[in-house]
């Protein structure tokens, strides 16, 4: 799970993203329109500073190979989003450290772990090494899988890339391409409503401020105004019709609930939100046979 929203983290604080800020330059924030390759060349150099202060900061709650969708806690092995996954062979895109790739091997399946970062590839390759359980690893762009057509079974992504992509329906059309008629696409990103809210854990980030029809992408940027970190919003529509349009029939849409008794606080996500409204949309899809 890769999602940046971390400041207020309580395992190291609002300045959680400060190193990596200081090594790419950034001084301020913008909203601007991006386009996918200075999108690509910002969140390539982002995760890549910021890999190994997100795995100090989170690898304890995703495990080294434990499949976590949503920083509420909610687990594949209870979800069984994607069935019984043994011999399957599957896509993770976005997988980051690839935790997630780690247990569905470990329950059978041939998992493939993408990721636009080399840093945090790297510590893929760490967490393999601890645990004994090697998946393959590819440096790639959701936007365009090195895999063949038809080749998957299943694909799956938790809180990886999509929100940092320019084009949702590229990225579908690639996972269409290469999964088999009928084959699952399973993703979680942050839930669009909110976007309407700060990115705040705490009572600041219960008042609405920002359109919900806004799509002006969220940029950080450096002196010179180059982009340093890119988040694109969409809302449940625009995910909705980039699925119908790419080949994919929508199964099921879950708004994890925040369980009792969890206190963390990831970034924005915190028990008193989670109460109020959801944090996390997973899309629940599947490949539409002849739609390719």
Known sequence: M????DNGSEDTGADRHASAEHRLGTVGVAHRDVAAAEATAANLAWWDADADDYQATHGGFLGDADFVWCPEGLREADARLLGEVRGLRVAEIGCGQAAC?????????HPVGLDLSAGMLRHA???AARTGIA???????????PLADGSM????????????????????????RVLRPRGLWVFAVTHPIRWIF?????????????????RTPYVEVDADGNATYVEYHRTLG???????????????????????GHTRVWGQWS??????FPGTAIFRTRARPGAR
């Open 2 to 5: 890769t999602t940046a929203e």
């Open 101 to 109: 790739s780690r247990w569905l091997a470990a329950a059978g399946a």
């Open 125 to 127: 390759r760490a967490g």
């Open 135 to 145: 998946v393959p690893l590819v440096q790639a762009t959701a936007e365009r899988l």
């Open 153 to 176: 079974d299943a694909a799956c992504s938790a809180f990886g890339a999509l929100p940092f992509v320019a084009s949702l329906e590229t990225v579908f059309a690639e996972v269409h």
């Open 198 to 214: 700060p990115d705040d854990p705490g009572p600041a980030g219960l008042t609405a401020s920002q359109p919900y029809f806004d």
């Open 238 to 260: 625009d995910y909705v019709r980039a699925l119908t349009a790419t080949g994919f029939v929508l199964e099921d849409l879950l708004e994890p609930e925040w369980p009792a």
């Open 271 to 276: 028990p008193l939100r989670g109460k109020l």
